[in-house]
């Protein structure tokens, strides 16, 4: 197996435990800096220092536990040189309406490293978790 076959299944067991696993399991591969890009773009996009990024999703995976009715699905997957992971979350939002958003991430692994992750989202399917996850009071702000 490669790096990066060894990597998504250790990516796709985290997932199959629980978000933060998951989540954990690729922030143990960063690049120092790892680069950060997101479609549509962010004004976040760009390399951050390992510490910057690692303490981000892991925050992001606190808050994500914390929405209300929280639930996911994760697809892993290993496609050459790069993982992709599906990832579908739902929950309610603060006004208890459902939400369900769809985001997919391009983890580009170069000698063994995460060095970028493309985020790709649906502005209008992220609005209502970027309104739950802000709810939480445990959502992380981004910093380079």
């Known amino acids: 197996m490669t790096d990066v076959d060894n990597i998504a299944l250790e990516v796709k067991e ?11 399991a690729l922030v143990r591969y960063f690049a120092d800096p790892v680069e950060i890009a997101h479609v549509p773009p962010d004004p976040t996009d760009g390399p951050v220092p390992v510490d910057a990024a690692s303490a981000y999703t892991r925050g992001v995976a606190v808050a994500l536990s914390k929405i209300n009715a ?3 699905s994760a697809d892993v997957r290993a496609e050459g040189g ?16 459902a939400f369900t958003t769809p985001l997919s991430f391009e983890c580009y692994i170069d000698e063994g490293k ?31």
């Open 14 to 24: 985290g997932f199959a435990k629980d978000v933060a696993s998951g989540w954990e």
């Open 114 to 144: 995460l060095v970028r992750q493309v985020a790709t989202v649906d502005p209008e399917s992220m609005a209502p978790l970027a309104n739950a996850l802000a709810a939480t009071g445990a959502f992380p702000t981004a910093s380079h």
């Open 82 to 97: 790069r993982i992709t992971i599906d990832l579908t979350v739902s929950g309610q939002s603060v006004d208890g309406e």
């Open 70 to 72: 929280f639930s996911y």
